[in-house]
């Protein structure tokens, strides 16, 4: 029987594709002209790499921080956890690893934006088709399912990793938005960046689908540790960091496999 995981999958590649081809046939073309030029003045690496930055920083403090104002006001509509609260002294303590593993990130995303791809990837006059698109999102999103699924689940059962590594990201057992990547630099890199780049390196796919990709994964993070029904997981995640032992893949797939799937369901 197919499970609910395999929905989410489909719904998860249908609507990355959508977004993709809105972005690409009609957002992206009227900036190209601009880009050029910007490209022509400071050169292209530098162009991209300014571009790739602002991008990075404004999806996720400025989402991350639209997606905290809940938590941080106190709403409880549509609060997940409702006997949660949110520990600002926490958060606050917090926020220089967050700070510091987005700098990391941004690191080493845009060197292998501008170094690990094909040269043709920055050419902004040939955007991949939608056939091509289709099979970068699957093998994009499967390999991100399966590399986080079994590197997450063995940061928690190897006992020496978990106390070393993956308990710090588990000391918010009530999660907000910003706190996605609240983990240790070790986890950060073999289990948020690694498997991300993984597939666009297979694929060798266009750096503007990438670049989209990379957001939309931000916005994903960003909303699954949200706390609240605005997820776009059903509280999978959610419940994963209220359970720990349930729950260690992305769109559910592997989880359903090794029987570890659990759904909280919203009535
Ligand atoms: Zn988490
Ligand atoms: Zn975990």
């Given at each position: 029987?197919?499970?609910?995981?395999?929905g989410h999958t489909a719904a998860s590649i249908t609507g990355l594709l959508l977004i993709e081809k809105l972005v690409l046939e009609w957002v992206f073309p009227p900036w190209i002209p601009l880009l050029e030029d910007f490209e022509a003045r400071v050169g292209k690496n530098v162009a991209v790499g300014i571009i790739a930055v602002a991008n990075s920083a404004i999806t996720f403090w400025g989402i991350g921080l639209l997606f905290a104002l809940p938590p941080m006001l106190g709403w409880r509509r549509w609060k997940i956890q409702q006997d949660r609260s949110l520990d600002m002294a926490?958060?606050?303590?917090?926020?220089?690893?967050i700070a510091f593993n987005f700098l990391l990130q941004v690191l080493i995303g845009v060197p292998f934006l501008l170094?690990?791809?094909?040269?043709?990837?920055?050419?902004?006059?040939?955007l991949p088709a939608t056939e091509t698109l289709a099979r970068d999102i699957t093998v994009w999103l499967l390999v991100e399912e399966v590399c986080f699924f079994y590197v997450h689940r063995w940061l928690h059962q190897d006992k020496s990793m978990y106390a070393a590594v993956h308990k710090l990201h588990h000391t918010w057992t009530a999660p907000i938005s910003i706190v996605a990547i609240y983990c240790h630099p070790f986890e950060h890199l073999?289990?948020?960046i690694l498997p991300v780049?993984?597939?666009?390196?297979?694929?060798?796919?266009?750096?503007a689908s990438f670049g989209i990709f990379l957001s939309v994964g931000t916005v994903h993070t960003l909303a699954v540790h949200s706390g609240y029904w605005f997820c776009d997981d059903n509280g999978m995640h959610d419940e994963h960091h209220a359970k720990f032992n349930v729950n260690y893949g992305v769109m559910g797939l592997m989880d359903q496999w090794y029987g570890t799937y659990q759904q909280l369901g919203l009535f």
């Open positions: 029987m197919l499970g609910p995981t395999f926490l958060l606050w303590r917090s926020l220089p690893l170094y690990m791809l094909p040269a043709a990837s920055l050419d902004w006059h040939a073999v289990s948020n780049l993984l597939g666009p390196f297979l694929c060798r796919s266009h750096a």
